[in-house]
């Protein structure tokens, strides 16, 4: 997954903004990719898919 995520970075330039919001513990916050991944909640723990994808520009 993630040799497929930086290849996609180096070809297309892109990167998005992550929103994560937690089913279990309503713990929300971001990370920055360069496609959809899942992360781990910083407080429980728990597998999450992103809520919301933003793409951003990288120079
Ligand atoms: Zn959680």
Do not use: K
């Not at 930086?6 to 330039?13: L, T």
């Not at 407080?43 to 994808?53: E, F, I, N, V």
């Amino acid at each position: 997954m993630s040799a497929f995520c930086r290849r996609a970075y180096e070809e297309d330039g892109q990167w998005l903004a992550l929103t994560y919001e937690c089913p279990n513990c309503d713990t929300s916050w971001h990370d920055e990719w360069s496609c959809e991944v899942d992360d781990d909640c910083p407080t429980c723990g728990t597998s999450c898919s992103p809520a919301d994808a933003e793409e951003i520009e990288i120079d």
